[in-house]
């Protein structure tokens, strides 16, 4: 037991920094990135925020409207866009948010830029589009003169770009809108932002910096620009992991970016056609029946983006491969309205947690002792990274369950490896070594619990089986070597695999002689019975094949058994190189007395009472006497039993017993009247006999015991 511990404790350790190490040089990062994405498709969920946050998308369906019903080809004239930022200032909208860069001036001449400048500048909380990048981004390597400086001012930005917290986002190019829709209300959103390694969406960037100001991100400046129209005064820090926004604290990277917590696939937004809302726009201006109702965008926020595939604004997600970038923006904003930011789990907890789950499994293998505990290890420890991550999530946590997930297996694999390398090992030695002695049933208990086999051996009640063939040195004189070679393999063939069926181990075959016995190496609470009943199977076999091998071999063999319990010494025995598993005590030398004393008796199976008290009265049978063995003082009472459990004793029984009785109490001419009635026992012509001895020669002393001067 402690050994295994012990492996278990290293195959765990071994496993969860095999694990760690892989995790924290990145290579499991795409098994990670799965993980996630299953996360967030069966848990994504629209919060309380979400129908406030409105989507006004130039679809396939308003490009095919736009050029059927009013003639216009890409792109558009901005005076279009116009009528929804008018749409949206009659409805009462929070802010209105453009995903969508103007840095050309329109195909339709400057006046249709200054249409759409003013209604950008007639519009509350507007927030246009920046993009912020690297050299190749825009034009722009300082903040344009006469453009509105990003608000707020971020606190703690020059502690963070110092490199105190080791800030990575910085960039040197932007790409601004034509002056002409720059006004002084208007606010500023980046837009620009970089997937993960594989080309996924999974955090976006709350801010970028250009020009020594930190931007925020459409999402963010969505709300902001709210907060600043309504005169709120705002105030925005940097921290070490967090961007604390008015009092609210959003976890972000080293980058600045912050994880997003997906609320359904695309549309889970409230989402209009453009078409609709500048249709509604007209039929209002004219006095008719709009489309969309206003009301709708009452109090909303309103983002304005792309999703037909001409125009390349769809973007990989976790949530769905092809997902609008605007509702990107919009995923940003409702994390912030309902403070539903996913954080990463604290390194150290991941460190303790999947050493503590290598651990457990590596353990919980190693100890298990059948296949089907090592199965339920499996199906137990297997599942938790998983749970765990999905309990994270709702948490508002990304815990890894790649990490945990390979140390659990590592250490459960590692587990069965050493367990086969080892237990393996000993479970192949056991069932070779007692294959020959043992039962299929009783060498599985040993495979199963090894330890239950005293390698020292222990002192442990036993009930001990000797047999013997009747006459055997006579007939193995007449048999040449071959025959009797054949017969002995036959009848110890039977016999053995009758004792084994009844879960006894074979000690060993002498000559003709059959040793065994019940109770161990595996506990067996009936091994009485067991023992009673292989031998009257035995007997039964034997009888069965009696004729066959007189018929065969010239030999009526026929079998005398004794079986005694009582404490004895078991375990392996021997020198350093050659040892056996067996017993030794006086309790097996009686078992090897009361087989001879079968002669006495005329009988074939005889038991001690310790044996005939143990079977609990099952076998029907007779007491044959009260009896002195040589080598012991101490008179032994004896039985034999006639039939399994279930079957009745012949009748002529009692006559023997009430004979019996006369016998012990001294009356020999009276015991000698029914003895000799029972002409077909030989216990009770045997008797008969000892009766006629004493009568003429009454022993001094009776005390009803038959003395067996003799061995065997």
Known sequence: MGKKLLYGILVGLAAALAALGLWRWGKLEPVENIAWRWRVRWLAQPSPETPRIKIILLDQASLDWGKKEMGLSWPWPREMYSAILDFCGRAGARSVAFDVLFTEPSFYGVSDDETFGAAIGRTRAFVAALYIGGETAGDAAAWPEGAPPPWPEFQGLEDWRSGRHAFTGRVVRAAFPVPELVQPGMAWGNVSDQPDMDG?????????????????????????????????????????????????????????????????????????????????????????????????????????????????????????????????????????????????????????????????????????????????????????????????????????????????????????????????????????????????????????????????????????????????????????????????????????????????????????????????????????????????????????????????????????????????????MGSRDRFNYTVLGDAANLASRLEGANKAFGTYFMVSESTWTGTGGAFAGRQLGRLTVVGRKQPVAVYEPAGLPGETAPAWHADFERALKLFFEGRFGDALAVFEQLTDDPASRAYAERCRLYRANPPADWAGVWNLLEKG
């Not at 290890?377 to 390979?406: C, K, N, Q, S």
């Not at 199977?537 to 079998?559: F, I, N, S, T």
Request: charge should be positive; hydrophobic fraction near 45%; proline fraction near 5%.
């Open 200 to 572: 996924v969406f999974r955090r976006a960037a709350l801010f970028r910096v250009f020009d020594g100001r930190a931007v925020p991100s459409l999402g963010l400046a969505a709300w902001l620009a709210d907060q600043k129209a309504t005169g709120a005064d705002v105030a925005v820090r940097l921290e070490p992991s967090w961007l604390d926004v008015g009092g609210r604290r959003l976890p972000i990277d080293r980058r600045g970016r912050a994880t997003l917590r997906y609320v359904g696939r695309s549309g889970t937004h409230p989402s209009f056609s453009a078409a609709s809302i500048i249709q509604s726009e007209l039929r209002l201006r004219e006095g008719g029946e709009p489309v969309v109702k206003p009301e709708e965008f009452r109090d909303a926020y309103v983002f304005f983006g792309f999703s037909a595939p001409a125009l390349l604004d769809l973007r990989p997600t976790p949530i769905s491969r092809v997902y609008p970038g605007v509702e990107i923006h919009t995923t940003m904003l409702d994390n912030l309205l309902a403070a539903q930011f996913v954080r990463d789990a604290r390194p150290w907890m991941v460190w303790l947690a999947t050493l503590l789950l290598a651990l457990l499994s590596g353990v919980a293998v190693t100890l298990g002792r059948k296949a089907w505990q090592n199965v339920a290890a499996f199906v137990v420890f297997l599942p938790i990274p998983p749970l765990a991550g999905l309990a994270a999530y709702r948490a508002g946590v990304w815990w890894p369950v790649a990490v945990g997930e390979v140390a659990v297996l590592l250490a459960m694999v590692g587990a069965v490896v050493v367990n086969y390398a080892t237990e393996g090992r000993q479970k192949a030695f056991i069932k070779s070594a007692f294959k020959f002695y043992l039962g299929e049933t009783v060498i599985d208990q040993l495979l199963a619990d090894p330890s239950r086999l005293s390698l020292g051996g222990e002192k442990r009640e036993l009930t001990i089986f000797f047999s013997d063939i009747e006459k055997f040195s006579s007939f193995s004189e007449r048999l040449d070597p071959t025959q009797l070679i054949g017969l002995l393999n036959e009848y110890l063939s039977e016999m053995g695999e009758i004792i084994k069926e009844e879960g006894g181990y074979l000690d060993k075959f002498i000559g003709d002689a059959i040793v065994a016995f019940w109770n161990a190496p595996v506990a067996q609470p009936d091994h009485a019975a067991r023992a009673c009943r292989a031998a009257l199977r035995c007997q039964r076999r034997l009888a069965e094949r009696r004729a066959d091998w007189q018929e065969k071999y010239g030999a009526v063999v026929k079998m005398r058994i004794g079986i005694n319990t009582g404490d004895v010494t078991v375990g392996n």
